[in-house]
């Protein structure tokens, strides 16, 4: 990466002559990816700096100076004499007309307004840090960026050092401009069973406020933000995405300043820090410009995560086909028929068995045994080793649940120590339970010992850590707990993956990502929800993270039912998985299941390393993306029918990220279960077609009509 300082005025300034800056003295610094971003910062004298630009790759001899004053606001009546900057962190001291980036008080309760100077800096090749200080206060404020030329994302956060302890309210990463030709944001809601829901709001002045108050990421707040310029989509325009790595709950301003500036801030909800200390730090900002629409942020976010943030135990290994038996069996585990449906999960190609909740304490509802993490001898006479050799056998590997940050009232542990619990004795209950409290040693070491105990004796590889309620309040402690449980078991079982669930995707971000390698998205294993949820979450997750499991004929979340070619593809969308009672299958089931499942074997070793494109489908019925190889050699196209369409016509189905000059054969891999009504014949359901890019992309592909709950699949191959 290049970090360049603009010498003139910065080499003359020696580190801690802040007090001699002249206010005219400018400081500039450029961060550039090679070739798809430049970000410009800039300070007058010892202020704290401004973002003066980001977008579009600035030319190499681009005088910075002139930026910074060619940048500058006019003045009119009613305005003061100079607009306040919107700066890393907006200083409230001086007048800043919107939220400020820092809010604290001191020891004693005393509200303080620090006013910051230039104390110095650090370049390397990753990054840039800058520091600050506010002598008067004591306190020292430093903003850490690095690029990253392969991902294109740019990291940045915020760290605040203080002479003695202060209390926190609000401390936000570093805070950057958003653009003014957009009309609209996109963040994300959702709920149980429904997560990853986009939300559009129009810019305005004043601000759209976003707080997680919940502890947790939660299916409600997932803590993204795209901003896209005027006349963007999918595959095309300007788009700035910006995530919040962290897993105890964020706080978003995207806030229209009176002079039309506006300013996006993110950090951990606010008054989270609960006791004063003398360092505080945000969590890491990933942002990302992109001129490839809002593709071009997603694609980013994906091989971040992949590439930088997930810690694979082996990176080689091949994702495994999982079987989960939650919705087989819930708490009624019997051995003999947990080894039947393993018997079967194998011969569909099942690689990894995971054995759900229900298997510890007296677990036979979720009233109870949270916390008393034992096998349950009624349940397994001689253990868990009969099943997991089974197992084994059949050449899987054997997963298992826990959800240690909870306990049961109804708990041995909770009558042993009911001071372990977070929150008042009289809270109300999630799910009949509460949160252990992560920030007491000896209740880290408790659950470490308890869980360490079935991974030491056992092979096991896999652990569904679960976290099912919401806290009783936001509480940073209680994720920093958390974090730190699962980085001692993974330093003491490298070899066990670990996949985030929180009642489905209730605890998906950056921060939990950094110590897990797989995400349990959603509840809902409705073939037709999980389509729309899995495209949306795209935005942010790659394949190779993102369980998609098919499950029961009827749904059990939805009541709905769905063929089985349905349910299959849209589970070989992502990593693939199996989550119903096998015992229910029937012939031409288990036939098309195992057929799909032997695709998807065939197709992942390119494919967990593809990028998803959100195509830009004419049919609003139709969700389709194109998983592509990086070098855009290889792709299929997924084409999910979630409706009837209006028209009577599929429409062409543009593709995008292709070589125009270059031609493509594309196979209608599925072809032949186009219905009866469908009785023309397009050239796609005859057999495959050659075609340039440039067609694809500009006239797109005529897909053979089908029915709702449908998903045609196409491979495509640069010739
Ligand atoms: C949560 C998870 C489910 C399952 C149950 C077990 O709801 O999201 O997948 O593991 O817990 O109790």
Known sequence: MDVVLDNSVADALPL????AVDQRDVRTWRLDDDGRQTMVLAAMGGRLPQVVYWGAPLP???DLSTLQSAHELDVTGGMLDENPDLSLCPEAIRTFPGQPGLILRDGDGTPLLPKFCYNGEERSEEGLTLTYNDDANGLTLAFIFATDPSTRIITAKTRLDATRPVHLHWLAAPVFPAPQQSDEMIDFAGRWTGEFQTNR?????GMRYRENRTGRTGHEHFPGLLVPLRGCTNTQGEAYGFHYGWSGGHKMIAEELPDGRRQIQFGHAARMETKPATTFQSATLYVTYSHTGLNGCAVSFQRHLRDRIVTWPDKDRLRPVHYNCWEAVYFDHKLPVLQDIANRAADLGAERFVLDDGWFGQRDDDTRSLSDWTVDPRKYPDGLTPLIDHVHSLGMTFGIWFEPEMINPDSDIHRAHPDWALGGEDQTLGRQQKALNMSLPEVRDFIYDRMAAILSVHQIDYIKWDHNRVLPMPDADQTRGSYALIDRLRADFPHVEIESCASGGGRIDFGIMQRTQRVWLSDSNDALERLRIQHDAALFLPIAVTGSHVGPRRCHTSGRIFDISFRAWVAAQRHMGFEMDPRELDEREAAVLR????????NRTWMLDADILRLDSADKAVLAE???TRDGDKFVVFAGKAATSDQI?????????????????ITLMNR?????????MPALK???????????MHHGLILPWNFPDTMWVLEGERL
């Open 16 to 19: 801690g002559a802040k007090a």
């Open 60 to 62: 190499a001899d681009e």
């Open 201 to 205: 709001t129009p810019w305005s002045a």
């Open 595 to 602: 057929e799909v499942t032997a695709w998807w074997k065939h």
């Open 626 to 628: 194109q998983q592509m």
């Open 649 to 665: 016509a599929p429409r062409p189905l543009r593709l995008t990220a292709l070589d125009e000059t270059a031609r493509y054969r």
């Open 672 to 680: 032949k279960t186009a219905p009866a009504l469908s009785r023309g």
């Open 686 to 696: 005859d057999g495959p077609i050659e075609v340039s890019g440039a067609w694809l």
